[in-house]
């Protein structure tokens, strides 16, 4: 079924049994006085391991107080002013156990030794372009061949269009007819700031930065359309996708620990973000 997106008081969070855990994915100010306990009830009651939440830095203290940790912060997440963190509690001591912690650090020295680069050339007998309804089934098919398992339903064609309808842009590359990579700028149109998310690509194709020229598309248009903080939450293991943000100016903000079930698994993601 997958995790739920639903309000808690005014604030929108995500929870559900795929990642075990609760995500407020946009804190409400009129919320404050009740949603620490709020949110521990419900991670309580379902016995989530843990709770992550994305917070103006001014309510920060508040959030430690009750036992969370910051994981990561995004200066100018919100307007182009307001900085945000992100911040992790961990219902199971377990859960806060980073075990491939050599591994993470490499990847993560290695994509801050990169230098900032241009946008690559697209190869010849390729084109990219902004995905329409039209293409959701493809879009579908090729997610299903990529990930196992993704914190939200991007194998679900219905899922893919009801949510170009509010508020994600997707981008694809084409070799002739036939889709070959894709990812998507989730916009929130509010807070001036996108999330430059699901890149895949398929097995046959990778190694010709299809992800880097999708996110130079995507940067070009977003700043088009009035943006001001570009941010990722990329797979802290995978170097291509975290050297593909070094190389496109990206500054690394932090890592969220045993986050999100992304290809089967539980695992930690690393922030990177960027002020245009």
């Known amino acids: 079924m997958g995790d739920k997106v639903e309000f808690l008081g005014h604030s929108l969070i995500q929870h559900g049994k795929d990642n075990d855990r609760i995500y407020l994915m946009k804190y409400d100010y009129r919320d404050e006085t ?12 379902y016995s989530y391991s843990k709770i992550f939440a994305k917070v103006p830095l001014n309510k920060e203290s508040i959030f430690l107080t009750a036992g969370y940790t910051r994981e990561a912060k995004i200066p100018n997440y919100k307007s182009g002013e307001e900085d945000y963190v992100f911040l992790g509690k961990y219902m199971d001591h377990a859960r806060g156990l980073i075990n491939d ?60 269009i009801k949510t170009m309808e509010e508020n994600i842009h997707y981008y694809g590359i084409f070799q002739g007819k036939k889709l070959v990579a894709l990812s998507s700028s989730e916009t929130d149109p509010e807070y001036k700031n996108c999330e430059m998310t699901d890149f895949a690509t398929l097995p046959n194709y990778r190694g010709k930065k299809f992800a ?25 293991k995978s170097h291509g996708m975290n050297a593909t943000f070094a190389k496109a100016g990206y500054a690394f903000g932090g890592m969220l620990i045993n986050n999100t079930n992304i290809s089967g698994d539980i695992e930690s993601m690393n922030v990177w973000y960027k002020i245009i």
Request: charge should be positive; avoid cysteine; charged fraction near 30%.
């Open 34 to 45: 009740k949603i620490i306990d709020s949110l521990k009830d419900l991670a309580d009651k």
């Open 212 to 236: 880097l020229v999708l996110l130079f598309e995507m940067e070009k248009s977003m700043k088009a359309l009035g943006f001001k903080t570009l941010y990722t939450i990329a797979r802290a």
């Open 101 to 160: 912690s050599a591994l993470l650090d490499d990847v993560l020295a290695t994509a801050r030794s990169k230098a900032k680069v241009d946008p690559p050339p697209l190869e010849d007998g390729h084109v990219i372009k902004k995905l329409t309804k039209e293409d959701a089934p493809e879009m579908a098919g090729l997610y299903k061949r990529v990930f196992k398992t993704y914190p939200f339903p991007i194998h679900d064609a219905d899922y893919l």
